[in-house]
């Protein structure tokens, strides 16, 4: 499996945010067992930059930009306004060693 590796940098709600050069931002949360899972640092429902403005809470990750909680251990929106499709987070599996980060993509 490909994966990068980054040095993150603390998001300011309990995700990581990796930086990595030319390519898409990601996302690294801790779940509530303590693993850790990445995404894409882009809203699904309206593909615009979480700019640091989302944050970790009982195992959900909330967009502040409209408000939508998604579950860090599916991906899928949780207690949503059914008239509106919030999209769904991809997840990608994450190794931690030390101060780094491993994203192991498909």
Do not use: W
Not at 18 to 25: A, S
Not at 30 to 39: H, I, L, P, Q
Request: charged share 30%.
């Amino acid at each position: 499996m490909p994966e990068e590796k980054s040095r993150p940098r603390q998001g300011p709600a309990g995700f990581y945010l990796i930086e990595m050069d030319g390519e898409p931002n990601y996302v690294v949360a801790t779940r509530e067992d303590g693993s850790y899972v990445a995404f894409l640092e882009r809203c699904p429902h309206a593909k615009a930059p979480f700019n640091h403005t989302g944050y970790v809470e009982e195992g959900l990750f909330r967009c502040s930009l409209h408000d939508f909680y998604y579950s860090l251990d599916t991906g899928e929106a949780v207690d949503f306004d059914k008239k509106e499709d919030p999209g769904c987070l991809n997840l990608l599996r994450v190794e931690r060693e030390g101060d780094q980060f491993a994203i192991l993509f498909p």
